[in-house]
């Protein structure tokens, strides 16, 4: 059989059939500008990969660290320059072949996720906290992360000076793919995406310089359950692809509503079956309820937050909820707006169990990263109380809590980074006692951050919190209002504790010390104190501003 009669068979197996004499291969169309702020951040690691392997190791750190902080800077002045543009409003719409939507949302949490990630990198770069080892000055990450703890190899390479610097380009990857993540319009992008921004997370996890196994174990129980709601997403998209004989949301919402005229042979068998999609949006939701940390999908939460480096607690915290509540929105109200009467129930109850779940549980914690990963599940019942709402208010509401809510914690987790014994960060409540009296400033700091996560008046989280309520009330949820009421007075009970453990408690005089950061943690901590208050005392410019970004591109 010639060449040519094999590639011919190849290629109409491939389902590509060959173009007509005279006719060109179309080539496809990609609008690159409005994909700026993703291609940057791609671009960066991707060379910050090749600077670990060419930048001699005395210059890497440096090299990282401003490579990382331009890229972050330059991909959100894209965003600004989009927005700017009118890609937000007016000219909104459907890129890359279909597989990305650039509107108002989009800019919005790509915006929000950039910012936070910029904020969280300097906790990242920090290297003052811990005292010199061997002459040199050590940061969050093990000197290398390949070596066992506690062998032989490890101890070399503490003597030596070594620093994994790879954790700068492995951000990017995360963060890049968290940008892709809420703008997915077609359910392959979504799941690329996912496994985009995951595995960084993963590998981030693994590799703290102190506590080390614990560490490790945190990364295994991140990745097995990862891969587990992996796995329900994947199901879930086959399952509609199944339904629609489409992946694009679009096409899959015109199934859902019955405008679809024209119909693939090979799936009328299956087309319009309801069981095919109500099995399948459920996997896909289940999916992303694990990323937000939703009761019943958080068993993670805790054992990561506490086991995991946390400057990569707070960076993961904030900006892997902004990306997958993004996520979230986009397929509940462009995907399955037809099924709002099946999904609207089914979510009532995760928002309830997650909101009281998430403050009952925080009241019995001991450690300081455990109880705000607690913490972080109630949250995630409120903002689920602002999805449920349905309604344009209800969107807009979503994104403002987010925004506020990620500078909130990254702020508190660089806080925690602070207070140290011996072994490293102390975070058993028991150790914070006294912390106002021996340390004033860092004690009324996190004040702040946990009046904050309270819902206390005159902060972001009193705005955020009024914000959601409201538009769930408004769109006819008002028994989940009240739930969330009274799951945020049980929350507030065991942030004041912690207030007074601070200010009212003797101090212990074998007690930590709080370690006086580089001006990388303090811009990191200034930053979530006046977006908290600013977001606190002046919401109406920022709530203008969420409600303008808060239409979806169909």
Same mark, same amino acid.
């Given at each position: 059989m010639s060449a040519t009669a094999v590639h011919s068979l190849w290629a109409t197996a491939g389902g590509v059939t060959s173009a007509a004499p005279g006719e060109k291969f179309q080539a496809p169309v990609i609008e690159y500008t409005q994909l700026?702020?993703?291609?940057i951040v791609i671009g960066a690691a991707v060379v910050g990969v090749l600077v670990e392997a060419f930048v001699p190791r005395r210059s890497r750190y440096y090299t990282q660290v401003f490579l990382t902080v331009v890229a972050l800077a330059a991909s959100f002045a894209a965003i600004i320059g989009l927005a700017a543009g009118g890609h937000g409003t007016t000219k909104a719409g459907i890129v890359a072949m279909g597989a990305i939507a650039i509107d108002g949302p989009t800019l919005f949490l790509q915006g929000t996720i950039l910012l936070t990630a910029l904020v969280a990198v300097f906790t990242f770069a920090e290297r003052r906290l811990d005292p010199s080892s061997h002459g040199n000055l050590v940061d969050s990450f093990a000197?290398?992360?390949?070596?066992?703890?506690?062998?032989?190899?490890e101890k070399a390479a503490v003597r030596a000076g070594f620093t994994?610097?790879?954790?700068?380009?492995l951000v990017l990857f995360s963060v890049a793919g968290m940008l892709v993540f809420p703008a997915a319009n077609d359910l392959l992008t979504l799941f690329v995406a996912l496994e985009v921004f995951s595995l960084p997370l993963y590998l981030l996890c693994a590799v703290a310089r102190r506590k080390r196994l614990m560490s490790q174990e945190a990364a295994v129980k991140y990745f097995l359950l990862g891969?587990?709601?992996?796995?329900?997403l994947l199901f879930g998209i086959a399952l509609l692809y199944g339904y629609a004989g489409s992946v694009s949301y679009a096409g899959i919402a015109h199934v859902v509503d019955g405008s679809v005229t024209k119909v693939d042979p090979a799936l009328a068998a299956t087309m319009g079956n309801d069981a095919l999609l109500l099995i399948g949006g459920a996997m896909i939701l289940t999916g992303l309820l694990f990323k937000v940390g939703a009761v019943p999908f958080h068993m993670w939460t805790p054992d990561v937050y506490q086991g995991a480096p946390t400057p990569v607690t707070g960076f993961m915290a904030a900006a892997t909820k902004v990306a997958a509540f993004g996520a979230l929105l986009r397929l509940l109200y462009v995907v399955l707006p037809g099924l709002t009467w099946d999904w609207r129930p089914v979510m009532w109850a995760v928002a309830i169990v997650t909101m009281l779940g998430g403050a009952i549980v925080a009241i019995t914690q001991t450690d300081i990263k455990r109880l705000l990963a607690y913490s972080s599940i109630a949250h995630a019942g409120f903002i689920l109380a602002g999805v449920i709402a349905a309604t344009p208010d209800g969107v807009s509401s979503v994104l403002f809590y987010l925004g506020a809510y990620?500078?909130?914690?990254?702020?508190a987790f660089a806080v925690v980074t602070l207070v140290r014994d011996a072994g490293g960060e102390a975070t058993h409540l028991s150790k914070w006692a006294g912390l106002g009296r021996r340390s004033p400033?860092? $004690? *009324?700091v996190f004040a702040v951050f946990l009046l904050a996560f309270a819902g206390i008046p005159l902060t972001s989280g009193f705005a955020g919190k009024f914000a959601v309520f409201k538009a769930a009330a408004d769109g006819g949820a008002g028994g989940l209002v009240v739930v969330g009421v009274i799951s945020s007075a049980i $929350? *507030?009970?065991?942030?004041i504790r912690v207030i007074v453990l601070m200010f009212f408690s003797e101090p212990k005089a074998d007690g930590p010390t709080v370690a006086v950061p580089s001006p990388l943690t303090m811009t990191t901590i200034a930053v979530g104190v006046a977006v908290t208050l600013v977001l606190g005392l002046a919401p109406q410019y920022f709530l203008d501003l969420a409600s303008q970004a808060g239409v979806f591109v169909r």
């Open positions: 700026m702020p993703v291609l000197a290398q992360a390949a070596s066992v703890p506690g062998s032989d190899s994994t610097t790879e954790v700068f380009p891969a587990f709601s992996s796995a329900f990620s500078f909130v914690t990254v702020g400033l860092v $004690a *009324a $929350a *507030a009970f065991f942030y």
